[in-house]
């Protein structure tokens, strides 16, 4: 080992490897030193201490995460075991932080999510997420899944924030369709429990509401079709385009 900060990291055994093998990219790098796996990162040569590297392999351990939540065949979720700091005083020192377990999912593989195809390449993701503040935020979301109507609302509103008001013809959505998602979030007399809002007054929403798996599918969807249109038009993406006048979307 090179002189500098390691994060260490665990979890299935085959999803580090697929990790050290899938993922090449020069903002950080994961590898295997006898039994043990970690993450190295320039981000890390400027860190005073290990509270820092913490801080920033956070950042790190997020991004795989989130990206591994819809386009990675991983049993689960990596975490942070500890960080290592290589000197010349002190050749081995690991220092034990925080132990945060997070569920797996299951991915099944679509015409849209092929992870053959060069706009589902786990690098250009993450290089893309470094230009895009919009795609960093949604990435660290999906760490906490796609099961509620909350996280999935957030995902929307940075996707639509991203985007403007043209995101619907840009990703090919139907109106309707984001009526039906956004009423379903917010309206407690459609999702009960898990809406948005306590209470909301006003009509109950005209359509069905969009079922927990629906809804799971639809944003599924968008992120997706996000991805790729931001892949193929990355002179625009920078993600700083705000949707004017619009802080919120209550509507039905």
Known sequence: MQEGWYLEIIGDCTDLVTII?????????????DEHYFITSSQFDQCKNPEDVLCKGEEIVKLINGIAEINL???GKIKILGITKIDETNKNKVIN???NYLQCSCIVRTELNDETKDEN??????????????????????????????NMYRIYELIKRDLGNTYCN?????????????ATANRPDASG?????????????????MSLSEANAFIYEMIYKWIHYRLS??????????????????SQ
């Open 21 to 33: 093998n899938e993922i090449k990219t020069n903002y950080f790098q994961c590898l295997k030193l």
């Open 73 to 75: 065949k991983l049993n």
């Open 97 to 99: 932080y925080r132990d």
């Open 121 to 150: 390449s786990l690098n250009r993701w993450i290089e893309l997420a470094q230009q895009n503040e919009n795609i960093k935020k949604v990435f660290k979301l999906l760490n906490y899944g796609l099961k509620s109507y909350v």
């Open 170 to 182: 840009d990703l090919d959505i139907d109106n309707d369709q984001i009526k039906r998602f956004t």
């Open 193 to 209: 429990e898990l809406a948005r809002h306590g209470y909301m007054s006003g009509k109950p929403m005209k359509q069905k509401p």
């Open 233 to 250: 038009n990355q002179e625009g993406a920078k993600g700083t385009v705000p949707v004017a006048g619009d802080t919120s979307d209550n």
